[in-house]
């Protein structure tokens, strides 16, 4: 699908601009005291012209054939890139977790890694302490990795996807 860089686009904006537009795919999770699971997600990321990126994010589990089983998790927040090429993410999650990222913009390629840096949980929230996020444009998809700290157990991966454009 065709993408065309908005006009209105702030400068510190500009190296996110391949990110931008309504992503939606399939992934796989797994985790420590879960069953292997498969999901469907969309992602959509705007921005307004301020120097930041809304996000929103939508998942849901499915079964071998790609069917509903149940809603899963959905989250929202900000990408906040900087002059200098480092990344600032606030999200807020459905599990009642907010967490703060940091990172660094590839300088060269279209890709960028994040790192949590502070977790605030409401008291009905599961124990999660933190994690790491891969986002890639790689052949016209979005692909990512998000790796968590929870339940006690070290970092190790949760989910990863494969996203289209829409």
């Known amino acids: 699908m065709p993408f065309e860089i908005p006009e209105n686009l702030h400068p510190d904006v500009a190296r996110l601009a391949w990110i931008l537009g309504r992503w939606a795919g399939n992934g796989h999770g797994e985790y420590a005291d879960i069953e292997?699971?498969?999901?469907g997600q969309e992602l959509i990321f705007q921005q307004d012209g301020r120097p930041f990126i809304h996000y929103m994010s939508r998942t849901w589990v499915v079964d071998e054939q790609g069917e509903l089983v149940r809603e899963f998790e959905q989250e929202t927040g900000f990408l906040r890139p900087q002059p200098d090429?480092?990344?600032?993410?606030?999200?807020?999650?459905?599990?009642?977790?907010?967490?703060?990222?940091?990172?660094?913009?590839?300088p060269e390629q279209p890709r960028f890694e994040i790192v949590t840096d502070a977790v605030a949980r409401t008291a009905t929230a599961e124990e999660y302490a933190g994690g790491k996020r891969l986002y890639g444009y790689v052949n016209g998809d979005l692909l990512y990795a998000h790796d968590k700290t929870a339940g006690g157990h070290e970092l190790q991966p949760f989910m990863h996807a494969q996203l289209v454009r829409q």
């Not at 292997?36 to 999901?39: D, I, L, S, T, Y």
């Not at 599990?95 to 913009?105: A, F, I, P, R």
């Open 36 to 39: 292997p699971f498969q999901f």
């Open 85 to 106: 090429g480092k990344l600032e993410v606030v999200l807020s999650h459905s599990t009642g977790v907010v967490d703060v990222w940091y990172g660094e913009l590839h």
